[in-house]
């Protein structure tokens, strides 16, 4: 691909050239199909994919643009759906034997939001089997002998290799920041009830989240834009104004920021490789960074993140258990067999521990820091495609609702990038990509 | 205790009276307290009562009616608060041999708003213990060899014996409508959340309800309608405007109202004499009344409330079963041992249930009929202080977190009260009053 292909651009100057009439959406769409043919055969991140289908909403586009007619924030952009996402227009299969052939006769709430905003739905990416952990067909682009994460595998892949310049993913433990880290890209996981799920594959309530993934700040704080608000379906958001991302986050901050660096206590599970890099990085920060240590009750968080997790996934697929848990994979089957057995009253308590906790750590911004620094995964993409690798560092911002970002900051063994994840107070993401912001700035 | 006597007037006769300038409010508390001690040795309705204190708050609201200051709809009417009810100025025990001698800081959220409107908190009644089966010393003001049903008994007993013109209590099972029908007085379990609960021992958020009893349907309006409302702490309000109950209920219907009289699947456990009675009173309703089945789907519908109600309280007095449980009754222990082995798949199925009924019931109002009647109870209150009667005509209503009045309408054995339940819509409990109050001059 050349450089100055339109696949190569990110969505917000493919948007602006949109806007200005240098590009139209068919030449960005076909720039992008031919990115696909390139390079799927050697990354496969995509499930469903419809050239034609994509180019008749490319030209749609371009007709209403040209008709003079007020176009969307996202017109003309192709973006690219994990398949738990439902499209009316497309099959949505869950990466799950069982959902083979499954049509939705509904858009997801998100999808609606994103076609009001003039986006083309390019196709589906790979999801693992039900968004756990039983890993799809999807290689790293960086190296296709190493796992892309997941449980987004294909829209962080897609991305990263430039086959879509925005794609959606969800994360219920480390689904979203742990591919973008290994992917080399922007991953976005907003606080909790910000993006409606309406219309995506349920695994838990308490723990579901929308994720987003591009290549800049920019353009997380684009398509972030176009999709918090409230859907009556969700009863985890909220009718609220909308948040302006994009300028919050270009904004410069009125004081320097702080970071609290927080190891969390899996530190020991880091790559020594990774631990040098964010000894490097701390060190490049100087006094905008402190170390601070988790406080001791929140080491129990992981253990409530699995039992919520668990019991939550066997009764979401407590159907699939029923009628086809031989079509399960070994770990998914596994995983709702643990759940069958929870206690209810040890279910209530892991989720009567997460607000306590979200409070202690609300006081860890009023006092002092902007963000919390700390690791997206222990190391770069481990090598082989059995699994999506340990998403253990994502867990604890998951079960808080906490809002996330997996920055690519950094590069480790083989070239593979090495992801820093920036972790905000709930409800100020806007805030939390402007300190993201700030750190790139501070470290170019 | 004579006819013309304060203690004998109704909150909203009383109310008006002190508002002229006709009764003061020393004068009608006074008259409760000699009616109490008349009638306290029988009846054992109260479980904390200071006579000085309780008198002291009525000089307080005289003083303030003299100075002009404006005074609230509850100026100088004494209410009784079940004692599972925290109030800043009174022990609160809930009815728990662990909890005694507890001394809440803070008054309920229902508390700050009674004061508000003027009341006077008169004393503490008596509650079963935890507001479960195990009976308090409370009897039946018709008959002291029988209950007065449960879990609210002092509330409905001291509001029956004209001890007080209010009460409040509350309801997880039939703990105020079983009671009112008992003890033969209005009795009114609002909508889920529209009362706010915070500051109210909690046994289960799912079920709990605050609960009303008075003397009339006009005081059970006046007092709804300063109990209404938002509170932070309760998870299930929501802030809204001010509903007029009092002039809702008052209000003329449109057109004649049409009642569903439902025996639920549980009707072959009415008593004989309770079948006549009801058979009468729809016979006496003519064309107004229609008999409708429940739905099968909504026979599962009481094991729902029993899961859910084991877990919940298990989880609720987790601490109580941990530090002392050889001082909980048999009764409340074996609940919380078979709540501590429900799985969290059963509970989350049995939570997840309950919208779909409440749906389907939601077509019934839609299509046709004003108001469900059903009865309160299988009977009038059974003879013997061991047991506080079988709520099982109340489960249903309340899982549904459906409006429900009990109505003193009928006579049954011996004299006693035999109460009808009239049932309404989700958030129409102006209109559920508005019906009753139709019904009750139907009767007459």
Known sequence: MSEGSPAAFTASEAARKIQQGLLTSEELVQSCLERIRDVEPKVQAWTFLDEDHALAQARAADARKR???????LHGLPVGLKDIIDTADMPTENGCALHKGRTPRADAAV???LRAAGAVILGKTVSTECAYYSPGKTRNPWNPEHTPGGSSSGSAAAVAASMVPLALGSQTNGSVIRPAAFCGVFGFKPTHGLIPRSGILQLSRTLDHVGLFARSLDDIALLAEELAGYHEDDPDTRPRSRVPFQQISREEPPIEPMLAFIKTPHWDRVDPEAKDAFGELVEALGERVEEVDLFPSAAAAWD????IMEVDMAASFEREWEQGRDRLSPQLRSLIERGREVRAVDYKRALGAV??????????FL??????????APGVAPKGLGSTGDPRFCTLWTLLGMPALSLPLMQGAGGLPLGAQLVGRRGFDARLMRTARWLGGKLA
């Not at 409530?304 to 039992?307: E, L, N, R, Y």
């Not at 006092?367 to 997206?376: C, H, K, Q, S």
């Open 304 to 307: 409530w993140h699995k039992t």
């Open 355 to 364: 607000a306590p906790v979200v409070a202690s750590l609300d006081e860890l």
């Open 111 to 113: 999808v609606s939001m």
């Open 367 to 376: 006092e002092r820091y902007d963000a919390i620094l700390t690791p997206a």
């Open 67 to 73: 008709s003079g007619e007020p176009i969307g924030p």
